[in-house]
Nanobody, 126 residues
Framework: VQLQAFGGGLVQAGGSLSVSCAASGRTFSDYNMGWFRQAPGKEREFVGGRRWGGRATYYADSVKGRFTIVRDNAKNTVDLQMSSLKPEDTAVYYC????????????????????WGQGTQVTVSS
């Protein structure tokens, strides 16, 4: 499966922005899906995820209540809707998928994921 993340950009603190992940070759329903981000000089960190079949979404504490993962069936994308953005949200955002067999506890780490998109830059100005 090939993934492409897009939709990043520059936004002021307190604003909103959505980034999307498109998949070719397979449907997102067949995979666990995750959003990660990586800021300069920092490790890649988990942002949020969506269980295969859309049965649940879950988020890092740092974004809970501000970020929402939404599946757009018409466009075959999984979108990360971000609001109340903070300068510390500035990073390259990546989408990734992992097989159905992965247990939930493993899905908070990048190592669980099998395929990655190329990333899209999100910059939040203060």
């Amino acid at each position: 499966v090939q993934l492409q993340a897009f939709g990043g950009g520059l936004v002021q603190a307190g604003g909103s922005l959505s980034v999307s992940c498109a998949a070719s070759g397979r449907t997102f329903s067949d995979y666990n899906m995750g959003w990660f981000r990586q800021a300069p000089g920092k490790e890649r960190e988990f942002v949020g995820g969506r269980r295969w079949g859309g049965r649940a979404t879950y988020y890092a504490d740092s974004v809970k209540g501000r970020f929402t993962i939404v599946r757009d069936n018409a466009k075959n994308t999984v979108d990360l809707q971000m609001s109340s953005l903070k300068p510390e949200d500035t990073a390259v955002y990546y989408c990734a998928v992992a097989s159905k067999s992965k247990i939930l506890s493993s899905l908070y780490t990048p190592e669980a994921y099998d395929y990655w998109g190329q990333g899209t830059q999100v910059t939040v100005s203060s």
